[in-house]
């Protein structure tokens, strides 16, 4: 079985300031990880993922993750937050092997302030 | 823009009643899946469908049920619809077990 944890329900930032969102997961097996992003009335959009390669994983619009066995995160990273990056943000896992058959998380409101 | 497209974008039903839910997948996707998001959740995995065979089922009961046709494109169908299914029917197509391309949902509400 498999699950993730989003530590914060709603993370608010300044413009220009570090994004750090956190996920935690849980795996019987070697584990894909995912993070995707959902703009109001939209579907998801895959940001980034971690397919047992390099740890430190880039994504789309300047976000990057980095899979930590030890503490078994996988926590979405930005280091400078712009205004159109407010959205929700969803960790998901699924077993090695596979990429279509995910458990997300309950997802991480994030606002961007001025 | 994904290439999924999902209809209807929105609906209203009563309990009890039925509803189909369409999904035409990305060119050259051969596997499509089926997510509910209720409000303020994630997305939960209801069924995938592979090649016309269902290929792996998440924690729903039976009268939630699919189908995937020949072109690829699938339906998503609830029976004896009840108040806990409003939610967004997110459908999601790949390439076998691969990447998900998702739609922008069918948004179900049951009054």
């Known amino acids: 079985a498999q699950s993730v944890t989003q530590l914060g329900s709603h993370v608010s930032v300044s413009e220009g300031a570090l994004v750090l969102l956190r996920c935690n997961y849980s795996?019987?097996?070697?584990?894909?990880l995912f993070w995707y992003v959902q703009y109001p009335n939209q579907g998801l959009q895959l940001l980034l993922k971690y397919t047992s390669a390099a740890t430190l994983v880039k994504g789309i619009n300047g976000f990057e993750a980095e899979f930590k066995k030890s503490e078994t995160s996988f926590h979405l990273t930005k280091p400078s937050a712009h205004m159109s990056d407010a959205a929700e943000y969803f960790c998901?896992?699924?077993?090695?092997?596979?990429?279509?058959?995910?458990?997300f998380g309950t997802g991480t409101r994030l606002q961007v302030t001025l | 823009e994904t290439g999924v497209t999902q209809s209807p974008t929105h609906l209203i039903k009563t309990r009890g009643q039925q509803v189909t839910l369409r999904c035409s997948s990305q060119?050259?996707?051969?596997?499509v899946s089926w997510y509910q998001q209720a409000l303020g959740q994630g997305p939960q995995f209801i069924f995938q469908y592979y090649r016309e065979e269902e290929n792996g089922r998440g924690n729903f009961p039976p009268r939630f049920s699919g189908l995937q046709f020949p072109n690829y494109s699938s339906e998503l169908n609830v029976n004896a619809l009840e108040l806990d299914d409003s939610a967004l029917y997110l459908c999601?197509?790949?390439?076998?077990?691969?990447?998900?391309?998702f739609g922008e949902g069918s948004r179900l509400t049951v009054l």
């Open positions: 060119s050259g996707h051969n596997t």
């Open positions: 999601a197509s790949s390439r076998d077990t691969g990447e998900l391309f």
């Open positions: 795996s019987s097996v070697p584990p894909y």
């Open positions: 998901a896992v699924s077993a090695l092997g596979t990429a279509s058959k995910l458990t």
